[in-house]
């Protein structure tokens, strides 16, 4: 299949709730199913978040395209959302920086790790699936919290993103980039850490679909 994406489409697999308005929950906590499955129905894909324990609670939130997870216990938040580019003529590795940066001064960090990953995740077209590999932006600090659901915007949080163009082939000013952002307290244990940052990689790498029609 070649690897175009000349439309996008947003598929929803389990509807766990609907509501009218701009918010619509998603998750609704219980004793058996942790996130009970947490379905992530951001425009243009759809996937599962969480780790089958009962600590997750989540929302969507349609119009700005965005499902944000927070892990209860640890106080941390998962965003994940698609955008447009940033600047719509700069190419793809600008406008992935571009997106880090307005994360980064929000938080008011100073100091970045910045690595590159290849993930291989599935995309569907015509009920035939396949999998490509994209090119995520790994972008690691220390700062405040950029944005929340729930907490304080003074928390201190280790903020992780990933961020990918989802259709490099298109002109810049048409691409759609995906976005995944996790912020997990300081005062979380390394291990903890690790812990959560696995689950996030797991979505991204197993749980998450892009659908698209030829």
Known sequence: MKHRYSKLKWLAILVLAVSSGCQTPIVKNNNTHGANGVGLFVHYYAGDFGDEQPTWGGMWYSRENLSIVAHLPTKSEFFIYVRAPEDKNSDITNNLRLIVQ?????????????????????????????????????????????????????????????????????????????????????????????????????FLREKIAYFHLE
């Open 102 to 202: 307005k994360i980064k001064e929000k938080s008011g960090a100073s100091e970045v790790k910045e690595s590159w990953e290849t993930i291989s995740q599935e995309v569907s077209a015509n009920k035939k699936s396949t999998r490509l590999n994209f090119n995520y932006l790994r972008t690691e600090f220390i700062g405040t919290r950029a944005d929340t659901d729930r907490y304080s915007k003074s928390d201190q949080v280790t903020t992780v993103i990933y961020d990918t163009c989802l259709t490099p082939e298109r002109p810049a000013s048409k691409a759609i980039y995906s976005v995944a952002i996790a912020m997990i307290p300081t005062n979380v244990s390394e291990q903890e850490k690790e812990r959560l940052l696995g689950v996030l990689n797991n």
